[in-house]
């Protein structure tokens, strides 16, 4: 009969623990797990497809990149939301495009850089928030997550982008690498980069 009981104990037990894991994976936001890199992968997909001629599969990654970043969006705050919708907004035209007969694949490029500096913005605004929080280890995360975005987005980028992209990148690198600096020093630092990023990267052309 104890034995009976320890098992019955041990399976809740476990159970309660799943239950608290998943809970705790499900009410993690997307930007800081593996989530946040699946635009970057499947918007790289859709271009080495469409290079390729399977036009279908290239189709297909885009329309999946959208929604992987939509469900990025259901985590964002309010300024954050806004900016990756108009990429959203501007990668569902590309796929409309993509499915006449003639596209230029230089609009899928210039769209992905769009949603990849976007969603930059994005683990900047998280940052912010884990450094206000004294969440370091979450704010450093969230800005590895976005020079992932930059680093990705340097392959599709020419020009003034990319430039500017590789400028980001070091300043996100430096201030991860950084321990000296106090949270609000932080926050300064990545409010001038939010700031840049709005004003340059979110739109060039």
Known sequence: MKAVG??????????????????MEHTQPAG??????????????????FEEDAHGRSVQHLYNAIEAIKKIEQDLEPESKEKVDRAVVQLEQILEEMSGEVFDVKKLNEASVKALNALTYAELKISEHFVESHELGKARLALKYGMLHVKHALVFSEGAKKEYEISIYNEMDSLIESDELSDKEIIQKLERMIEDLDNLGLKLD
């Open 6 to 23: 320890y098992i019955l104990f041990v399976v809740v037990t476990f159970g309660i623990l799943f239950g608290v894991g998943s809970l």
């Open 32 to 49: 800081l797990t593996d989530q946040a890199l699946q635009p970057d992968i499947l918007l790289s997909n859709s271009r080495t497809y």
